[in-house]
């Protein structure tokens, strides 16, 4: 188990108290900063592994580094404390966007970073919750995060807690039957105490999800399933913030955050090949200029 | 003398009620099942424990899911669903939020083997034992009677590991003392041969044991309750201190308790011949369960003939 990086979580809480009291326009840039040097590193990292899903990581970045930034109570000092929010990233292939969030936030040592997926490395392909702190289950196979975050909300409702559970989920795996089985459930029980968050990047790893087995029109399916939905742009950071902190009402939320693939990167943007596909090491310095703007 | 004829059990019973028992005490016992509170027997624990029945309905994946969420959450869920949807509709969620998340669920098979009898192959639950011994980190348990069950629940309550239960529905005698996990219990000792049975096929071992008395044969018996992790010890013991191994479950081979018993006898100082009862990779015809573990050979008067045949090899 990798453990917390003190000096990086000193540092994650300032940003947060800095974040969290400037003003909006200077709160956006911040957390669009923040987003984009998690993709920078992600995008070293991954380069360095030669593997990882790049696509998806870019497209999820600003929601992660929204939570993690500016919504969720947790404390990388303490990944296990009872009654932190959850946060379950069921699209379990971008691990890697996982990885620099966490890192960022001093959950471990952003130098951990370089062992990704190498041999014996606690950052596998896929998060083990055994190995990284603040990584609640394991993930990787597609329709698991949703059913667990279910349980997950139940179970604070059952200890009276304020905790919070967010799953976030690709589109594309909400052709896993699962997931509208955990629906369901969360709709039928009114779980207030969860919010599912949709990474629309409308693109799944061969084609587009439309023209795979059409999703649309998501926002409809999830409130006929019981839940409150919101439609927002998933790299506003405001938007995310506003919808994450807004007051709750008696139903499960589901944000359907539309995305761009590979967001961030002229070349990589919407584009289907860079799912999986590796940057070069000149692709990666292309990259990093335009993250540095 | 015959077991068969004595007083018989439904585990489902025994279950239900040290389980009710147990939540009593600690509050963190829950049950989550997929539509089966009167199938697993919950009907009891849904009155004394209202908000701690979490039914989603028919839905093993969520089923099992939500289960791991409350396990990793602080409670200790036990996850009830008739085996063969339990465990072959939500098999990647056993592997991945249970057995890899290493989430302290409690997965409780209802009903399995053939206890579906004439509902056919759809309902038989015979594969399980093969697809879950094949999952890292999943304690595998299969109680033979109700004591043995009661005591199962009590340790699955209180190991914080996840765990398969194996809880019969087909009645069967009282025939154990004791359940320690991981470890066979001798039920009879014997010089010739060993049966090493579980579930259902421990009373009827006992009895094929008793008949093979009477024709000079001296059986013993190990009552193979944990598959997963395998009581190796008696296992060699048994390949070094009698002459043959008869395994009986109500189970395919494929990779149940024979498969788990011929792997460690395979590699041992003393090998020995065995003779691996069950149902071998085939579907059943239609019938109860009496009529199908009949016509499976899993009779006491199979394993007594299966042993002594080994003893005379």
Redesign the interface.
Known sequence: MLVADPRTAAAWRLLRQEIAEAAPERRRELLRQRANQSRAADLEMIGRAGLGHVGGDMSVLDILTTLFFGVLRVDPEHPEWPDRDRLVLSKGHTAGALYSTLAAAGFFAPAELATFAAPLSALNGHPNRVKVPGVETNTGPLGHGLPVSVGMAVAGRLAASERHVYVVLGDGELQEGSNWEAAMTAGHRRLANLTAVVDRNRLQQGARTEETSALDPLDDKFRAFGWDVHVVDGHDHLELLDVFTAPRGERPTCVIANTIKGRGVSFMEDRVEWHHKVPSAEQIALAAVELAR | MSFLTQETFDCRVAFADELIALAKQDERI?A?CNDSVGSSNLVGFQQEFP??L?N??I?E???????????????I?FVCGASPFLTGRAL??IK??VA????PVVLCGMSPGMAYGELGPTHHSIEDLSWLRAIAGLGIVVPADPDETRAAVRWAAAAATPVFLRIGRFKVPAVTDSFTFGTAGLLRDGTDITVVATGTMVSRALEAAAEAADQGVSIRVLNMSTIAPLDEQAVLAAARETRGIVTAEEATTTGGLGAAVAAVVVSSPSPVKMRMLGVHREFAPTGNTDFLLEHFGLTAADIRAAAVELAHV
């Open positions: 829950v989550v908000d701690r979490i989603v309905g839905a994946q969520d089923m099992v899911g939500v289960g791991a969420g409350l396990a990793l959450s602080g409670y869920p990647e969620q991945a939020d890899y998340s290493q989430s």
